[in-house]
């Protein structure tokens, strides 16, 4: 059986079925009928469908939250798990427009080329090399193409609570290589504290951050305060931080150092370099309190120190902290009140951040989230909204990180280990599944950014790679 020979003969077929599904735009839009994350997505569906079914696959499509391209006999299955959805192109393309991919320099441009598209089509024509073969699997392959994973995979919520088959094992082409065998567990927490102020000096709105998972590269606060800002000559001011008389006070700006919200080690924090100024300030009452807090116990630290929650483990390292958005501003009030909270309270200011939490693979949201709650709640602040997901691990000793591995190793000759990460991937979605791929070692990749591509001589690779292991997992 010569799969690599056969994939040489696919290679143009290959090109064109993903300059197809580049060129359909398919972010989350507005939900129809039969398109629950909008027109664009079941378009791409229905092309990746109409695809696998003139390569002969069995398919079916899920009511528009996804489908699938299936192979072969068996009662277990084997998954491959990609996606079609894409996000959104923004600005900065030199190369081609976002949707209408372009080959140069030995590159394929446009959105979804690298995310995820190009690794599915790798995989799908993997699967069609194989059969082509006349390849008997003992265990189904399915290809399946989520429709909506940069956005709250709700298409694989919908998958497992509506009946969907448990594979045996599997793998998504959404991640790097040589394998992910651990994510950190995730939880993205909201929380809300009301503020009264009657002093002089005031808190009349604090802003920072536009998602948790990126560290802040700039915040900014309104002081309301007397004319007189003498106390200010005292105060020691932080690298970064710049104040501007206003006609009602201060205006303060700190400055940061952006990064993933999943290293926060690698950025600097401007919500906490402002609190940590602001702190100075003669503010009373609620505002004081929460300022306080925000310095006190989080500031700069990345790992949770303040609240004694900074979990370590050999395999993921330590827990990685990120206050990612802050939200306050006085003319923006909660007229409701809650039970048991003081009169005074009603109408008052809501003071939000929003953090972003990452324990190591071995950890429990219990070793550390309760811990945190318990911390802010005694200090007045209020859980508004709470998303978790638990940490991913599979052992590196397991037959299905053993197997994927040696196949990567038989196309590369890279002998390095799995790897624990602290973002998450499509893996998380469903059961037995691990990220292998599409990204190499020290590869440039433009996921999410302007002029995304994918590598073809890494394109064609990955077919390779995947036809080896969807056989090895199969067989």
């Not at 994350?37 to 939250?65: I, P, Q, V």
Request: glycine share 10%.
């Amino acid at each position: 059986m010569d799969i690599n020979a056969r994939l040489n003969e696919l290679q143009p077929e290959m090109l064109e079925a993903l300059k197809k599904l580049v060129s359909i735009k398919s972010v989350e839009d507005t939900p129809a009928p039969g398109a629950p994350y909008g027109k664009g997505a079941a378009e791409c569906l229905k092309a990746a469908l109409d695809l696998s079914a003139k390569m002969g696959f069995k398919t079916y499509n899920m009511d528009g939250h996804l489908g699938w391209a299936e192979y072969g006999e068996g009662d277990e299955m084997v998954a491959v798990l990609g996606h079609l959805d894409v996000v959104p192109e923004g600005t900065g393309w030199t190369k081609c427009k976002p949707y209408e991919p372009v080959v140069a320099d030995g590159r394929l441009y446009g959105r979804g080329t690298v995310d995820d598209k190009g690794p599915v089509v790798s995989a799908l024509f993997g699967l069609k090399a194989l059969a082509d073969e006349g390849w008997k699997p003992s265990r189904r392959v399915r290809v399946l193409f989520g429709c909506n994973e940069e956005t709250g995979s709700d298409d694989m919520k919908y998958y497992m609570e509506n009946g969907g088959e448990v594979p045996v094992c599997g793998f998504t082409p959404d991640g790097s290589y040589p394998l992910i065998n651990g994510e950190k567990g995730i939880a993205i927490t909201t929380y809300e504290k009301k503020l009264v102020q009657r002093g002089d000096w005031k808190l009349l709105s604090i802003h920072g951050g536009s998602a948790s998972n990126i560290v802040p590269a700039k915040a900014v606060a309104e002081i309301a305060c007397p004319e007189d800002v003498s106390v200010l000559a005292e105060l020691k001011y932080p690298e970064h931080v710049h104040i501007t008389p206003t006609e009602t006070g201060l205006h303060i700006e700190a400055e940061g150092v952006s990064a993933h919200g999943s290293l926060p080690e690698k950025g600097e924090n401007a919500i906490g370099r402002l609190c940590l100024f602001l702190k100075q300030l003669p503010l009373s009452g609620d505002a004081a309190d929460a300022i306080a807090l925000i310095a006190d116990k989080i500031g700069m630290d990345v790992h949770g120190e303040g609240f004694d929650i900074a979990l370590e483990d050999e395999l993921s390292g330590l827990l990685s902290f990120n206050l990612g958005v802050i939200d306050c501003d006085e003319g923006k009030v909660l007229p409701a009140r809650r039970a048991g909270e003081p009169e005074e309270y009603q109408g008052a200011t809501a003071l939000r951040m929003t953090i972003n939490y990452r324990w190591p693979v071995t950890f429990h949201f219990e070793d550390c989230g309760p811990k945190l709650n318990a911390a802010l709640e005694q200090a007045g602040w209020k859980v508004l909204d709470e998303r978790t997901d638990e940490a991913l691990y599979c052992p590196a000793d397991s037959e299905l990180v053993q197997k994927l591995l040696a196949v990567y190793e038989k196309h590369t000759g890279d002998k390095s280990g799995a790897i624990c990460i602290g973002g998450g991937t499509y893996a998380k979605s469903i059961p037995n599944i691990l990220a292998f791929g599409p990204g190499f070692p020290d590869e440039e990749l433009k996921e999410h950014e302007p002029d995304e591509f994918m590598d073809l001589e890494h394109f064609y690779l990955n077919a390779r790679i995947y036809a080896d292991a969807i056989r090895a997992l199969a067989e």
